[in-house]
């Protein structure tokens, strides 16, 4: 069955980096858009990046836009999200979703980011 | 942006009740409308695409209508696996936009 597993959460300084992963089975990863959803604590769920199939199409909401990056290894089965100058508001639980005809059909367990000094 | 608007944003039911939550677009969004439902510490799972398309495994009890820019979800009847956040989600455009959730709790 379609799993999703995210890691490379943590705690980590404001405007430092940090690379979470997701790693995709069960299904032709090559196929499918991705998409990172984080949620602050207590929050709602926040759209964050999509990237399709080919990587020829990434999009961005508007506070992540030139700090944050999505990129995917077809050839891994895998999906990232480089965060670089990390700040206190992208503290939550990072999500990984895969896009189908059926939108987020999908989700990982998520990995928790700690932007904290 | 389309800006996402849920109503209510919490609402108390008790099992067997009939529940509804509305969803507003800000602009036309045709069907592109998708529900969430989410339990504390779990990530969110898809009921609902297209509005009214009832996602693989999910129980009848659950509906969606709409178009355009109203949408509702209805749970036919509450029952105690059902307490939980629901979120709205539009897909016609970037960004992709959620609603503030609803959160169905019991009397």
């Known amino acids: 069955q379609v799993q999703l597993v995210e890691s490379g959460g943590g705690v980590v300084q404001p405007g430092r980096s940090l690379r979470l992963s997701c790693a995709a089975s069960g299904f032709t990863f090559s196929s499918y858009a991705m998409h990172w959803v984080r949620q602050a604590p207590g929050k709602g769920l926040e759209w964050v990046a999509v990237?399709?199939?080919?990587?020829?199409?990434?999009h961005y909401t508007d506070s992540v836009k030139g700090r944050f990056t999505i990129s995917r290894d077809n050839s891994k089965n895998t999906l990232y999200l480089q965060m670089n100058s990390l700040r206190a508001e992208d503290t939550g639980v990072y999500y990984c979703a895969r896009d189908t005809s059926a939108p987020f059909d999908s989700w990982g367990q998520g990995t928790l980011v700690t932007v904290s000094s | 942006d389309i800006q996402m608007t849920q109503s209510p944003s919490s609402l108390s039911a008790s099992v067997g009740d009939r529940v509804t939550i509305t969803c507003r677009a800000s602009?036309?969004?045709?069907?592109?409308l998708a529900w969430f439902q989410q339990k504390p510490g779990k990530a969110p799972k898809s009921l609902i695409y297209a509005a009214s398309t009832l996602q693989s495994g999910v129980p009848s009890k659950f509906s969606g209508s709409g178009s355009g820019t109203d949408f509702t979800l209805t749970i036919s009847s509450l029952q105690p696996e059902d307490f939980a956040t629901y979120y709205c989600?539009?897909?016609?455009?970037?960004?992709?936009?959620f609603g503030q959730g609803t959160k169905v709790e019991i009397k």
């Open positions: 602009q036309g969004i045709n069907s592109y």
């Open positions: 989600q539009q897909y016609k455009s970037y960004p992709r936009t």
């Open positions: 990237i399709s199939y080919d990587v020829g199409d990434k």
